[in-house]
C-alpha cells in the first residue's frame, strides 16, 4: 500500500478498526454508523460510454446490488453537464453546507459526439451519503502549496457538481494548477478528488447499488474518468482486448468468468521487479460501471493502476484466458 493511500485511509478510518485492510475498515465504518459516526473519505466517479466494441456480458444475480429504497438514488442526482463552465482565474469556493449530492465531472470536451459524452455522464453514481463528514474533512486539508510553473505537466480541468437541498445546483470548476477555496482556507484540488474517491467508494460497500444502463467496454482509454473502482470490491461484467490501434475484440463469457475471479484475487504490484507492459491491454467494465484497464506484464501477470494511488497484479494473463494476440 502506498504512503499516500495508507494516509488517507488511516485519516478516513474510524479509530476502532483493527487496521487498514479494506474489509476490516469497512467493517468498522459500519460499527461506526450504528453508534452515530459515519466513515468518509474522498468521492469521485466513475465513468464509461455506451457505443464502441459490443462485448458480452456475463450474467449474474444482482439482488444483493440493489439500493435501500429509502435512501437517495445515487444515479438519480443531476447529472453533470456535457461542457464545463471556463475555469477562469479566481480562486473557486466549495461549500457543502446542506447539501443533497456531489458529483465529480470530467472534461469531455475532447469528444466530438455529445451523445457519447451524455452516455458517460448518464451512467455515474453521486456522493449523496456522508456529505458532511466529507466537507468536515475538506476544510482540515493542508494548505494549497504552489506547484504549477512553466515546466508544469497539463492542466487538467474538471468541476464538482453540487446539488443544494432546495433544488439548485451548482458546478465548481477545479483545475490542478488553481487551489479551492473550502472554510475560508485555499486547498490542493487533487487532495479534494482523492476524499471524495474515498467517500465514493465507502458509500458503494455500505449501500450497494447498480448503474440503470450496463455500460459496454471501450479501448479509448480517453473516456477513462476517475474511479474507486479496485481489485477485490465488485466484479467484473465485461471486457474487450484492445491493441495499439484502438481496436477492441470481446472476451466471451467465459473468459470474463476467469477474469473476474483474478480480479478477486489482486495481489502486490512491485514497480521495481523490471517487468514491462505489453502493447495489448483489456478495457474491462466493473458492475458499477467503471471503466478499468489492465494491461499485460511481460512477467506474466495483468497489472491494474487506480486512481488513488493504488496499484495490484491478477493472477492471470490473455494467454491463459484464451486471448490471442
Request: glycine share 8%.
Amino acid at each position: 500500500m502506498s504512503e499516500r493511500l495508507h494516509d488517507l485511509l488511516r485519516e478516513a478510518v474510524p479509530d476502532d478498526a483493527p487496521s487498514l485492510d479494506p474489509r476490516a475498515v469497512v467493517a468498522a465504518a459500519r460499527r461506526a454508523r450504528r453508534r452515530g459516526r459515519a466513515l468518509t473519505g474522498a468521492v469521485v466517479a466513475l465513468v464509461l460510454v455506451a457505443g464502441g466494441a459490443l462485448a458480452t456480458t456475463v450474467g449474474r444475480d444482482r439482488s444483493d446490488h440493489v439500493a435501500d429504497d429509502s435512501a437517495p438514488d445515487p444515479y438519480g442526482a443531476p447529472t453533470c453537464p456535457v461542457t464545463l463552465p471556463p475555469p477562469g482565474t479566481a480562486t473557486p469556493t466549495l461549500d457543502l453546507g446542506d447539501v443533497a449530492s456531489v458529483r465529480l465531472c470530467p472534461d469531455l470536451s475532447m469528444i466530438d459526439d455529445q451523445g457519447t459524452a451524455r452516455a458517460v455522464l448518464s451512467g455515474m453514481d453521486a456522493l449523496v451519503t456522508g456529505i458532511d463528514d466529507l466537507g468536515d474533512r475538506l476544510a482540515r486539508l493542508d494548505r494549497y502549496v504552489v506547484r504549477c510553473g512553466p515546466d508544469s505537466p497539463v492542466d487538467e480541468r474538471q468541476a464538482l457538481q453540487v446539488e443544494h437541498a432546495d433544488g439548485r445546483t451548482e458546478v465548481v470548476p477545479m483545475r490542478s494548477c488553481l487551489p479551492v477555496r473550502v472554510a475560508g482556507r485555499e486547498v490542493d484540488p487533487g487532495a479534494i478528488v482523492d476524499r471524495y474517491l474515498l467517500a465514493l467508494r465507502a458509500q458503494r460497500e455500505a449501500r450497494p447499488s447498480s448503474p440503470p444502463r450496463r455500460r459496454q467496454p471501450v479501448c479509448e482509454t480517453s473516456l477513462k474518468v476517475p474511479t474507486p473502482a479496485q481489485p477485490g470490491r465488485g466484479h467484473l461484467v465485461a471486457a474487450v482486448k484492445c491493441g495499439p490501434n484502438g481496436a477492441g475484440t470481446a472476451l466471451d463469457d467465459d473468459q470474463v468468468a476467469a477474469l473476474d475471479e483474478a480480479w478477486q484475487r489482486p495481489g502486490a504490484l512491485d514497480d521495481g521487479d523490471g517487468c514491462t507492459t505489453s502493447p495489448l491491454y483489456l478495457g474491462a467494465v466493473t458492475d458499477q460501471g467503471d471503466l478499468v484497464v489492465l494491461e499485460q506484464s511481460s512477467c506474466g501477470e495483468l497489472v491494474w493502476r487506480g486512481d488513488l494511488d493504488e496499484s495490484a497484479t491478477l493472477p492471470t494473463s490473455l494467454q491463459r484466458l484464451g486471448v490471442r494476440a
